[in-house]
C-alpha cells in the first residue's frame, strides 16, 4: 500500500509540473509600454503591437490559439519585442515621456484608451483585433486591423 502511494504520489507530481516550467518557457514574452521604451534605448529590436479588448471574440482567439503556438512563440521572442494592451484599459500609460489615458475611471465596453484611439484606429474607427509591425527604427511596417491565424502571422512578422 505504501508503495502504491509513492508511485502515485511521484506520478501526480511529475504531471503537475510539466506544465508550470513548460509554461514559463513556452509563452511570448510580453511587455509593457514602459518597459518597451526602456528596452529599445538598450537594445533595438523589432515590435509587435497587440491590441485587444475583453468582448472581441477574435482577439480571444488569438490569444488562445495563435499566441500560444510554439513556432509563433519562438518567432516573437527571438526577433520582437511584444506588446499586449486591453484597449479599454483605465491604466496611466507613460511611453517616451508622455501620458496616456482613459477618460473614465472604471473599465468600460465602448471606452477606450487614448493610446487604443492614437494607434488602432482604422478610416476613424477603432477595430480590434489590431497588430502592429514596427521596425528597429519604431517605424510603423503593417497594420493589420483582423483577426491573423497563425500562417498570416508568421508571414508578416518576417519583413
Known amino acids: 500500500m505504501s508503495r502504491l502511494l509513492?508511485?502515485?504520489f511521484i506520478l501526480l507530481s511529475s504531471l503537475m509540473g510539466t506544465p508550470c516550467q513548460a509554461?514559463?518557457?513556452?509563452?511570448?514574452?510580453w511587455i509593457s509600454f514602459e518597459q518597451l521604451s526602456d528596452s529599445l534605448q538598450v537594445h533595438p529590436k523589432k515590435v509587435i503591437l497587440f491590441f485587444h479588448t475583453d468582448w472581441c471574440s477574435y482577439c480571444r482567439k488569438m490569444q488562445n490559439e495563435v499566441f500560444t503556438d510554439a513556432e509563433v512563440i519562438s518567432a516573437l521572442n527571438n526577433t520582437y519585442y511584444a506588446v499586449r494592451f486591453d484597449a479599454e484599459s483605465v491604466d496611466t500609460v507613460t511611453f517616451e515621456g508622455q501620458k496616456f489615458?482613459?477618460?473614465i475611471s472604471k473599465k468600460r465596453t465602448g471606452r477606450y484608451?487614448?493610446?487604443a484611439q492614437l494607434l488602432a484606429q482604422r478610416e476613424g474607427?477603432?477595430?480590434f483585433?489590431?497588430?502592429i509591425l514596427?521596425?528597429?527604427k519604431f517605424t510603423v511596417r503593417?497594420?493589420?486591423?483582423q483577426y491573423l491565424d497563425k500562417k498570416k502571422l508568421l508571414k508578416a512578422i518576417k519583413f
Do not use: C, M, W
Open 142 to 145: 503593417q497594420r493589420y486591423f
Open 6 to 8: 509513492s508511485i502515485t
Open 134 to 136: 514596427l521596425d528597429e
Open 113 to 115: 484608451h487614448a493610446l
Open 129 to 131: 483585433p489590431t497588430a
Open 125 to 127: 474607427k477603432l477595430v
Open 23 to 29: 509554461q514559463g518557457r513556452d509563452s511570448i514574452n
Open 101 to 103: 489615458t482613459n477618460t
